[in-house]
């Protein structure tokens, strides 16, 4: 506590056991945007799809414990700014399950390198509604429209496509 010139200043209580899942994932997402900004290229997607599946284990983890440990009866914690009870408590649990799907659905690149859903979204998004067809090999590669047949031409061994067309 600490005397002002007014009155006393008090802390409100915090039960950080109650918040543990929102603290795992934040702390998540800064370690996220610091992989990204300092990983090379190629570092990157295996660092963040690792980082977000131990991030979703570990707040289910925490979530499982505090679930099992809580009383029935709900409270707030953080000043009154957060309302924790059992609805809350299957909502997060949901919503981590809901994301850790999600994040194996984008992650997936055993199709296509980048996923499936990016690179036909992402190739209809540059070249237009038509319909996209690819080759057996990244020199036979084509985007666009029937009767077009604009070549991909990698600029490096690691490179997707320049847009010459050839």
């Given at each position: 506590m600490e005397t002002l010139a007014q009155g006393t200043l008090s802390v409100p209580p915090i039960?950080?056991?109650?918040i543990a899942p929102l603290l795992i994932v934040l702390g998540a997402a800064c370690i996220a945007v610091l992989l990204e900004a300092f990983l090379p290229r190629h570092q990157r997607w295996p660092a963040q799809v690792a980082l977000s599946v131990v991030t979703i284990g570990a707040a289910g983890i925490a979530l499982g414990i505090y679930a099992g440990s809580a009383g029935p009866d709900g409270f707030t914690t953080l000043g009154d700014a957060l309302a924790i009870d059992r609805p809350t408590l299957f909502l997060w649990g949901t919503l981590l399950a809901l994301g850790l799907g999600g994040l194996l659905l984008i992650a997936d690149r055993s199709v296509e390198p980048g996923g499936a859903i990016m690179a036909s979204a992402a190739a209809r998004a540059v070249h237009g509604?038509?319909?996209?067809?690819?080759?057996?090999?990244?020199?036979?590669?084509?985007?666009?429209?029937?009767?077009?047949?604009?070549?991909c031409r990698p600029r490096s061994s690691r490179s997707r496509c320049s847009r010459s067309a050839g």
């Amino acid at each position: 506590m600490e005397t002002l010139a007014q009155g006393t200043l008090s802390v409100p209580p915090i039960d950080y056991g109650a918040i543990a899942p929102l603290l795992i994932v934040l702390g998540a997402a800064c370690i996220a945007v610091l992989l990204e900004a300092f990983l090379p290229r190629h570092q990157r997607w295996p660092a963040q799809v690792a980082l977000s599946v131990v991030t979703i284990g570990a707040a289910g983890i925490a979530l499982g414990i505090y679930a099992g440990s809580a009383g029935p009866d709900g409270f707030t914690t953080l000043g009154d700014a957060l309302a924790i009870d059992r609805p809350t408590l299957f909502l997060w649990g949901t919503l981590l399950a809901l994301g850790l799907g999600g994040l194996l659905l984008i992650a997936d690149r055993s199709v296509e390198p980048g996923g499936a859903i990016m690179a036909s979204a992402a190739a209809r998004a540059v070249h237009g509604n038509g319909p996209v067809t690819v080759g057996d090999g990244p020199e036979d590669r084509s985007y666009g429209r029937p009767g077009s047949r604009r070549r991909c031409r990698p600029r490096s061994s690691r490179s997707r496509c320049s847009r010459s067309a050839g």
